[in-house]
């Protein structure tokens, strides 16, 4: 079977997570039921967690037109991922696609590289069920937070000397011996001072991580009380990155949800990250990390891999998890990235003089980049040179998509796959604005075409 235009709509799965939205206040299940399916009816008293775009065998998208599966119809005609991608991953798409609806904490968790995918699925394969690395990239749609990297090691002092339950757990001589190891050297470049910083991190982590049950409940009593209590002034007033006030809030809230975990003394440890629509931050394999609400894109290489420790009530996999960490430590405003224009795009006059615009959200990796297109004026038009491999979200306003001959109205929700070596145009309809995500991979050199750089 031969596509004559690589344009294909797609039907696309949404998964029922206790953590995510529920109902129609979920984006996921909103996006979802846009496209028809004999599959879905959205339940208002059901949550919705995650749309999935892409190949993936867990929840494959599929042609709206045949029903069949997206892999099946990249697999008979390898021209629409083009000739270097088909060969290098293995006739599939090395990206997935996902819009998360999340109303409750998702688990503390990281993702593994690919030497330690592939031992964890050759180990494991019920909980590891891929042999792919997973970095991924976060772009928020609606406000969103997140715990997300270790936080610079002056923070994390601080809140060992001002919590007096986090410092039980983690034990005095560990706290101590922290505290004397990075002192004077947390903000130091030096590789050795940063080597000795990250084992001194890893000693005191494990620590905690490896508290045991009775030690954890009676800490998390303590712990609570105190945010209760103390309100502005707990740990000893927040710190340079969050209020008192906020951080016990967090505490009582994520203690609703799972009480007596080990995740409410895990967020000393990690940074406390909000996001506004736009903004992004990008996870490297084996980066720790817990999404803990929002609406958020995100886009990863293709895999399904999730180390757990905390937060759910699913397999926890404490040793891997700290075994594997890079315990790289940064302030939040390293974990953002910087979005740029996308230069690979043309904006007609009227999208250019309504200041339409498209933005790259590049991370420093070859499988996947995101552009976020919005045009704000009825007929403005872009047109995307031909690229790599793409599937394009639509997620607020009205218009068209067009490649070669075929021209598609585009809705809220709706979903294309543009195969390689495609020109798309997109055109708003409404002076609302029009908005979508595009998801794609080109193996082409320069910015905005998968570099890796």
Not at 19 to 34: C, L
Not at 139 to 156: D, S
Not at 336 to 353: E, G, Q, R
Request: aromatic share 8%; proline share 5%; glycine share 8%.
């Amino acid at each position: 079977m031969v596509l004559p235009v690589p344009l294909i709509r797609l039907q696309c799965g949404v998964n029922s997570y206790d953590w995510g939205k529920i109902g129609n206040e979920s984006a996921a299940a909103k996006f979802a039921s846009a496209t028809p399916s004999n599959n879905l009816s959205i339940q208002e008293d059901k949550p919705y967690a995650e749309l999935w775009m892409g190949t993936h065998p867990s929840l494959p998208s599929r042609d709206v037109l045949t029903q069949r599966t997206l892999l099946e119809l990249i697999q008979e005609n390898k021209a629409l991922l083009s000739t270097e991608i088909a060969e290098r991953y293995g006739d599939k798409l090395p990206f997935l696609f996902k819009v998360l609806s999340i109303r409750k904490a998702l688990s503390i968790q990281a993702h593994p590289d690919k030497t330690l995918a592939q031992q964890l699925h050759e180990r494991d394969p019920k909980n590891y069920p891929d042999d792919n690395h997973k970095p991924e990239m976060t772009i928020a749609i609606t406000p969103f937070e997140g715990l997300c990297g270790f936080r610079p090691l002056g923070e994390i002092t601080h809140f060992l000397e001002t919590v007096p339950s986090l410092r039980k757990l983690v034990g005095e001589n560990t706290s101590k011996s922290f505290q004397t190891e990075t002192q004077g050297r947390e903000t130091s470049s030096e590789i050795e001072d940063v080597e000795r910083n990250k084992k001194a991190l890893k000693t005191t982590f494990a620590a905690l991580m490896n508290a045991d049950k009775q030690a954890i409940e009676s800490a998390s009593k303590e712990l609570l009380e105190s945010a209760h209590k103390e309100g502005g002034e707990f740990a000893g007033g927040g710190g340079p990155s969050n209020s008192g006030k906020e951080l016990s809030e967090l505490i009582i809230r994520l203690n609703e949800q799972f009480p007596n975990d080990i995740g409410l003394f895990v967020q000393f440890f990690l940074n406390y990250i909000k996001m506004q629509p736009g903004e992004a931050m990008f996870l490297k394999a084996n980066d720790i990390h817990a999404y803990l609400s929002g609406d958020v894109i995100e886009c990863m290489a293709s895999s399904d891999n999730v180390v757990r420790a905390g937060f759910t009530p699913k397999f926890k996999d404490v040793q891997t998890l700290v075994s594997m960490l890079t315990y790289n430590y940064a302030p939040i405003s390293e974990q953002k990235m910087s979005p740029v224009d996308y230069p690979y795009a043309t904006l007609s006059a009227s999208a250019y003089s309504s200041q339409s615009e498209c933005t790259l959200y590049e991370p420093p990796i070859e499988e996947f980049s995101v552009v976020k297109t919005t045009m704000k004026k009825k007929g403005a038009k872009v047109t995307f040179e031909a690229a790599g491999p793409s599937i394009i979200l639509c997620t607020e306003g009205t218009g068209r998509i067009r490649v070669g001959s075929k021209t598609e109205e585009v809705k809220l929700g709706y979903v294309f796959f543009v195969g390689a070596s495609a020109e798309t145009v997109l055109e708003s309809e409404e002076d609302d604005v029009f908005v979508c995500f595009k998801a794609f991979c080109d193996l082409s050199d320069g910015d905005g075409r998968n570099g890796g750089s």
